[in-house]
């Protein structure tokens, strides 16, 4: 089992709808939770973290974090053409100054104008 | 705009030869900074974790001799990839921990990414 899972989709959806992401971990030692926007043949684009569990939110983004089920999602409202991307998951320990961050596969997404 | 830039964006190379990638934290102190590769339609993957002042901690798999990572000061990290061969080119990414300003997280930033094709 993978560390981190994600439906690699591809997803499509009409121009403002709302968008939901998701990824479920195992490793319960994970205390940072990210969410990074990866246009192709871009780096990824850091879009939301957290440290916690509930709920952040930043503009039409919403991330959303529940411990106790080890299950992230990200919300886009009123979602957009531009959009369209690869959203990528990840999940980082630090530890006695080591960090490792950890990525889900990645979804594709599509915003159908 | 950008917190973490890298360079070059492109390469081409023969095979045979090293190349050098440069990342930079723009504006902030990175004491941390990742190395990671991916293939087209794949995840990144994690070559080696590089902190300022010490050696690189490679991941497994990846051969120490052959992606040479020099962490030299706090706003700068290299990925020199030697004796390039074909089966090198991929794109390359950099990442650094930091907290570019007041009112961003100290959490960690992505580079644009450097695109290696050896030829």
């Known amino acids: 089992q993978k560390e981190v899972e994600q439906d690699p989709g591809p997803l499509s959806v009409p121009e403002g709808a709302i968008v939901s992401l998701n990824c479920t971990y195992s490793?319960?030692?994970?205390?940072?939770f990210m969410w990074y926007r990866q246009y192709s043949r871009k780096g990824p684009e850091l879009l939301m973290y957290?440290?916690?569990?509930g709920n952040k939110e930043d503009g039409r983004f919403t991330a959303q974090v529940d411990k106790s089920s080890k299950y992230i999602s990200l919300f886009i409202r009123d979602s957009q053409p531009s959009d369209s991307a690869t959203y990528l998951c990840a999940m980082g320990i630090s530890n006695f100054g080591n960090e490792k961050l950890t990525f889900g596969t990645g979804t594709r997404l599509t915003i159908i104008p | 705009g950008a917190v973490v830039s890298q360079h070059p964006s492109w390469v081409i190379c023969k095979s045979g030869t090293s190349v050098k990638i440069e990342c930079r934290s723009l504006?902030?102190?990175?004491?941390?900074m990742f190395w990671y590769r991916q293939f087209p339609k794949q995840s990144l993957m994690l070559m080696a974790t590089s902190n300022e002042g010490s050696k690189a901690t490679y991941e497994q798999g990846v051969e120490k001799d052959k992606f040479l990572i020099n962490h030299a000061s706090l706003t700068l990290s290299t990925l020199t990839v030697t004796s390039a061969h074909p089966e090198d080119s991929s794109f390359y990414i950099c990442s650094a921990r930091g907290q570019p300003n007041p009112s961003s997280g100290n959490t960690i930033y992505f580079g644009e990414g450097s695109w290696l094709t050896v030829v």
């Open positions: 957290t440290y916690s569990s």
């Open positions: 504006d902030f102190q990175a004491t941390t």
């Open positions: 490793n319960s030692a994970f205390q940072y």
